[in-house]
């Protein structure tokens, strides 16, 4: 596709339940990045890819939090036993290196 | 402490008058600094950045290191730039933003 596509869109989960989000970035573009952002907040990082391999996690708030791009391009955002500070909309980006980023349409997760 | 302060949350503004989006940033090397829009139900974009200083839909910004500043300035608003406006810092490979600014210009 033209742009980094990110699925689902909306997602809504029971305290406790484990999520997955998907982020599909733009063909050829090595580096790849997560984002939080809380309501009225500006988006937070969470960690980034070069190819296959985490370079940086230090954003990630805590170990229940774990992302992976096994083959260097998709990558999967994953939260186990979510928490209600869990719920915001998370970004993916990705970039050619060097380069801006380029960002999806984000997936407002809303924790009840 | 790396941080970038935006410290409008809101700019209202008439069509056709001066626009100013204010980012003030505190970083220890060499910043390399942009802005980003996000239009109603639409993706974030980058709108500009410092080290190409161009002008994009007429909008400019200038970093000015003596006062940690990268305002972001359009002489004539329009009502299609109304949107959300994220001032943000490369700091090594990830971007630090600031909580940003919505513009509204109205006729």
């Known amino acids: 596709g033209a742009g980094v596509s990110q699925s689902p869109r909306y997602k809504v989960a029971k305290r406790g339940q484990d999520v997955a989000l998907r982020c599909d970035p733009i063909?050829?573009?090595?580096?790849l990045f997560w984002y939080q952002q809380a309501l009225g907040q500006g988006p937070e990082f969470l960690t980034y890819?070069?190819?296959?391999?985490?370079?940086?996690k230090s954003g990630l708030p805590s170990d229940r939090f774990f992302a992976e791009r096994p083959e260097g391009s998709v990558s999967t955002l994953k939260i186990q036993r979510t928490q209600q500070e869990d719920s915001a909309v998370y970004l993916c980006?990705?970039?050619?290196?060097?380069?801006?980023?380029?960002f999806g349409d984000g997936t407002r997760l809303s924790i009840l | 402490a790396q941080r970038v302060t935006q410290p409008e949350k809101l700019l209202s503004v008439f069509k056709g008058a001066p626009v100013e989006l204010k980012c003030n940033y505190s970083?220890?090397?060499?910043?390399?600094l942009f802005w980003y829009v996000q239009y109603s139900r639409q993706r974030l974009q980058l709108l500009l950045r410092?080290?190409s200083r161009e002008s994009i839909k007429g909008f400019t910004a200038d970093l000015n290191k003596g006062e940690t500043s990268f305002h972001l300035k359009k002489p004539f608003a329009q009502e299609e730039d109304s949107a959300m406006y994220y001032c943000?810092?490369?700091?090594?490979?990830?971007?630090?933003f600031g909580k940003g600014t919505t513009l509204s210009v109205s006729s």
């Open positions: 980006a990705s970039s050619l290196a060097g380069q801006p980023q380029h």
């Open positions: 063909s050829g573009h090595v580096s």
């Open positions: 890819f070069q190819n296959e391999a985490q370079l940086d």
């Open positions: 970083y220890s090397g060499s910043p390399e």
């Open positions: 410092h080290i």
């Open positions: 943000a810092l490369l700091a090594g490979t990830a971007l630090i």
